[in-house]
């Protein structure tokens, strides 16, 4: 179930004053059940790209091949793709129109075409995966909390069982236990489901602790491909174009620098503790 | 998708249109609009599609830019010719069972077209040469002497601002909605109109939330910043007549009086 984005450039309003080139010649390879980051600053092009993931987007040049197939072959199914590509828009709590918080979710897997108590097995099943509990489910979801919202429009494309989940800043405005809360789903949803994530942020942090891979952007372009571990070693590269490496990365650099013997390629807490331990010989 | 729509939307390019003072623009754009009415033969129409081709040409927007605004009337174009074709009275030329095809049906038709056509072509040059916060600084100013008989002109120029400037941003967040519920499967391009009405409820209810949100939140902004109202406010760039105004001001009403002249001499 391989995503696979040959070349793929694209223009808002071409051929008008307005015109920007929001992508230019984007190669990448989302494979299966990778946990996938991209990262990129405001306006590097990241909620572009993954718009062409599931064809909202057709791309001015190049193709995106879904599982060996050109997505825009006349012959290709989009709402079959947009029902194995579930992309999470930012702030998705605002997409939310339900009378209730049940049946907002069901209405993927009936678009799907799933009978009802099929959708409905699976709204529960999505429900449950995010944490929200019984008693939300017939209360309107404008009464939720923020966050509570949010799950709850995440639940939404969760119910229609992708194969690829891309979230596009799904911890955008949220408060440090509210985005813990939000990854800490995202990492059991892969575990249990088995499923590729595509994580969109502009924060390290967000990403170092998770994600196999990460992909920088910057300006339409794709500037690293890489293991966090060798991402994060071009700090100063990231540094330049208003990204950073994790806070713990940059605590072990300053850390060398004032003469301790720690090692700089640590991207998590536990690693920092680590080496902050054998350093000190403990 | 929506953002095909350019019916209004401001085109950012210099030019001498650009330019000129918003009251000019309105002012010009109100003659041409009534010199459309004045004229009642198609000679008339000649200096008014001089005044325009000029007047596009000096804006420097793409007259595909233009004609592309156009495509949201069509429908309204053509349901106006295909009317005043079939349901005029006068001479027959050619009838099919109840339908008649007159001779003044042609000649109405084709004079509403073009009326049409230079009414929406003409306002739409206004729009697309000034931003929204020109217009109505320019409505404002202009209509300043309405004061005097209790007109609150300032608010009606301010919500006439806050309105304009929230059509892109509504447009985007439909668009956006729309996008969101295209990748949760949702279909709008369906055949039968039920089903088309009901598939907007998706996006229809998200969209007034948002509305309603944005609302509160500017009201809230606005208030914060001891807004009451127009009395004792000033600008930070107050308008001011240039020399090309008045030129601009000479030109209009010389269009305005070959129009006349037009419609006494044929």
């Given amino acids: ?282 | 998708m929506l953002r095909d729509i350019t019916l209004g939307q401001y085109y950012p390019v210099e030019s001498p249109i650009h330019r000129l003072d918003p009251r000019v623009k309105l002012f010009g754009t109100l003659i041409f609009l009534v010199s459309l009415f004045i004229t009642d033969n198609f000679i008339g129409y000649i200096p008014a599609m001089i005044f325009l081709i000029i007047a596009i040409r000096l804006s420097k927007v793409p007259l595909k830019y233009i004609v592309k605004g156009m495509r949201a009337i069509v429908f309204l174009l053509i349901l106006s010719v295909v009317c005043n074709l079939f349901l005029s009275q006068g001479e027959v030329i050619w009838s099919f069972r109840k339908l008649n095809i007159t001779k003044e049906g042609i000649r109405t038709a084709g004079f509403m077209a073009i009326r049409l056509s230079f009414l929406i072509v003409g306002s739409s040059i206004m729009t697309l040469t000034t931003t929204p916060n020109n217009l109505t600084d320019g409505m404002e100013k202009g209509l300043g002497f309405l004061k005097v008989i209790k007109v609150p002109v300032h608010e009606i120029a301010m919500m006439m601002s806050i309105a304009l400037r929230f059509i892109p941003i509504l447009t985007e967040e439909a668009d956006k909605i729309m996008k969101a519920q295209m990748a949760r499967g949702a279909e709008f391009e369906s055949k039968s109109l039920v089903k088309k009405v009901k598939s907007l409820v998706p996006v229809l209810v998200p969209l007034f939330v948002s509305a309603f949100r944005r609302a509160n939140d500017l009201a809230m902004a606005m208030e914060a910043r001891c807004y009451r109202g127009g009395d004792g406010r000033t600008k930070m760039k107050p308008l001011k007549y240039k020399k090309n105004d008045a030129m601009a001001y000479l030109a209009i009403f010389m269009y305005l009086s070959v129009i006349i002249a037009v419609r006494i001499i044929f």
């Fill in chain 1, 1 to 282: 179930m391989s995503i696979i984005v040959n070349h793929v450039s694209y223009s808002y309003n071409p051929g008008t004053p307005m015109e920007s080139k929001a992508l230019k010649d984007i190669n990448i390879v989302i494979n299966d059940g990778e946990f996938l980051g991209l990262i990129g600053h405001t306006g590097s092009g990241k909620s572009t790209l993954v718009q062409h993931l599931n064809g909202l987007i057709k791309p001015t040049s190049g193709e995106i091949y879904y599982n060996g197939k050109d997505i825009s072959d006349s012959d290709f199914s989009l709402k079959k793709l947009r029902g194995d590509v579930g992309l999470v828009f930012q702030y998705p709590e605002h997409q939310l129109f339900g009378e209730d918080v049940f049946s907002d979710v069901c209405f993927g897997p009936l678009n799907k075409g799933l009978s009802k108590k099929d959708a409905e097995l699976k709204a529960f099943a999505a429900l449950k995966q995010v944490g929200i509990e019984d008693e939300y489910f017939y209360q309107s979801p404008f009464d939720l909390s923020g966050g509570q919202k949010r799950r709850v429009a995440i639940a939404g494309v969760l119910a229609m069982e992708p194969d690829v989940l891309v979230l596009d800043e799904p911890t955008a405005g949220l408060d440090p236990a509210g985005r813990d809360e939000i990854l800490e789903i995202l990492n059991n949803i892969r575990k249990e489901r088995g499923c590729s994530i595509v994580l969109v942020s502009h924060s390290m942090e967000d990403v170092a602790d998770h994600a196999d891979r990460i992909v920088v952007m910057n300006k339409g372009s794709i500037i690293f491909d890489d293991v966090p571990r060798e991402v994060f070693k071009h700090a100063r590269e990231l540094d330049e174009i208003g990204l950073s490496v994790p806070e713990v990365t940059k605590a072990m650099v300053r850390l060398r620098k004032e003469g301790f013997d720690v090692d700089t390629d640590v991207i998590n807490i536990s690693e920092a503790v680590e080496t902050i331990s054998k350093c000190f010989g403990i």
